[in-house]
């Protein structure tokens, strides 16, 4: 199979003439007890992936990169009887246990024993299954590795959703949707009558705002340097649009003495430093994007106990994958998600590196793949 794989990280763009990810062929492996082997259909490309290229986010190498997708049940390993092959299944990057203290207390998206699989490049039920033809150890990316013809994860990484559902928008509910609804609804619990600001729109961001959108009486306004996220936004629901420069006006204007809940899906400290001047108080900050491990988070300390604030981390929207991923796809069929305004369009496999410079650039909201 084809497999798209990082070996190197920090390489300068533009991605197009450094190719940070090579396409080689490597052998598909045989799902072991507790996993399943997935055609891939669609992967799409997200800024975790652009992170680890740029070295924001250290991963081990060398790395079988991707981990938003969607595809077929190719094989199931021993052990494995509620999933069949034929079934069409959206990839989820944390592997849930069920018995670690994340899991134990109802928020798998923190599973302990997911999270360290995930962290050495291996699978949730063994170690890394990829090899090059050489040989050598491909470490997994986030229990997915999904630009390859064929990814084997752990029968936790997969939600099998209806034969109904395209691969073009199923692709985008294994990362974006669960990160950006589930940052409004689980996280934040915000509720109607509420105002929120969302900073940064990609598509983590702008799920975030149609998630927004469909409470009741809530004030939505989206921010993001580039003109046309913020028009993208306002298709997707929000009331008001603009630049940050222009982000403290909007909520002066809109939300009086500050919102109820800003969410930061830049990956900035300085955006978040920002996002915590612009809430009322008991205001709630739920943080949502990467920011690099060098950048340090410097606040007045008392606006905490001072003010009821609250900084809240929100990793995969602190999500039940198996719960929300069907919720989501049926606000979906009923209108009031529209998933497909984030895909931009769909390209072959050979085109993921120049991917990279159109993502980094703000050029595509989800640009989806193909091996066929």
């Not at 981990?67 to 999933?83: L, N, P, R, S, Y």
């Not at 940064?200 to 809530?218: D, E, K, N, Q």
């Not at 800003?262 to 009322?280: F, H, K, N, P």
Request: include cysteine.
């Amino acid at each position: 199979m084809l497999s798209s794989i990082l070996y190197d990280t920090g390489l300068p763009r533009p991605y197009a003439d450094s190719r940070p990810l090579r396409h080689e062929t490597v052998a598909v492996p045989a799902p072991r007890p507790g996993e399943v082997l997935v055609k891939i259909e669609r992967a799409s490309l997200c800024h975790s992936d652009l992170s680890v290229v740029n070295g924001s986010r250290p991963r081990p190498l060398p790395m079988a990169l991707g981990h938003e997708a969607a595809g077929t049940i190719a094989e199931v390993g021993a052990g494995v009887t509620d999933v069949q092959v034929g079934d069409r299944v959206v990839l989820v990057f944390v592997p849930s246990c069920g018995d670690c203290r994340a899991c134990d207390a109802g928020r798998p998206a923190l599973c302990h024993r997911g999270a360290e699989a995930n962290g050495s490049g291996d699978l949730l039920h063994g170690p890394a299954a990829l090899r090059t033809a050489s040989g050598v150890r491909l470490n997994h990316h986030l229990g997915v590795s999904a630009f390859s013809g064929f990814a084997v994860v752990a029968r936790e990484s997969v939600v099998v959703i209806d034969e109904d559902v395209p691969f073009d928008i199923a692709a985008l509910f294994g990362c974006a949707a669960l990160t950006g609804i589930g940052a409004v609804r689980n996280t934040a619990r915000l509720a109607p009558g509420q105002s929120v600001v969302v900073f940064g729109l990609g598509a983590v961001g702008l799920m975030a705002v149609m998630a927004a959108a469909r409470i009741p009486g809530t004030c939505v306004i989206a921010v993001d340097p580039l003109p046309e996220k913020q028009r993208l936004a306002l298709r997707a629901g929000a009331d008001h649009a603009g630049s940050p420069d222009q982000a403290a006006a909007l909520v002066a204007e809109y939300a009086g003495d500050g919102v109820d809940v800003a969410i930061e899906a830049v990956g900035s400290a300085r955006v978040m430093e920002a996002c915590l001047g612009l809430l009322t108080r008991g205001g709630a900050l739920v943080s949502v994007g990467l920011p690099h491990p060098d950048q340090i988070l410097s606040v007045p300390a008392l606006q905490f106990a001072g003010t009821g604030v609250r900084l809240l981390g929100s990793y995969l929207g602190d999500s039940l994958p198996a719960r929300d991923i069907p919720l989501y796809l049926q606000m979906w069929r009923d209108g009031t998600l529209p998933v497909e305004l984030l895909h931009t369009d769909t390209k072959p496999i050979a085109e993921l590196n120049e991917g990279l410079d159109a993502l980094a650039d703000g050029a595509v909201v989800r640009r989806l793949f193909a091996f066929a």
